[in-house]
């Protein structure tokens, strides 16, 4: 899990949820109780199924480091040929609007000659 969030892209994103999540719940009163409850509800229900699963974990541990292994090299090419990946989400839209930028004035160029 780890893994997959750990490109910068993936992490940037994470972060960018995060903080508007914060951000709505402190501003709205109504929001904000009905996000503790939510919260709290999946915080007992994680605890509960982390204790049942635990003994299921540790049987299957094995293939879960095989699979763990092979989505490794899954995302390590993944990362080559998505270079994005690695960039943060405020780099990818700077990236994308120069992009456009250079393409319109490419386009208006053509334009007038």
Do not use: F, W
Not at 61 to 90: F, N, R, T, W
């Amino acid at each position: 899990v780890s893994e997959v969030t750990n490109p910068s892209l993936l992490s940037s994103a994470c972060e960018v949820v995060s903080t508007a999540y914060a951000s709505t719940k402190e501003s709205h009163p109504c929001i904000r109780s009905v996000c503790g409850a939510a919260e709290e509800g999946v915080k007992s229900v994680s605890e509960a199924t982390a204790s049942c699963v635990q003994p299921l974990l540790a049987t299957l541990e094995p293939h879960v480091a095989a699979g763990s292994e092979y989505a490794s090299k899954g995302l390590d090419k993944l990362g080559e040929k998505l270079p994005h990946l690695q960039k943060s989400v405020e780099q990818v839209i700077s990236d994308t609007k120069e992009q456009i930028s250079s393409r319109v004035a490419e386009a208006k160029d053509a334009m007038s000659s």
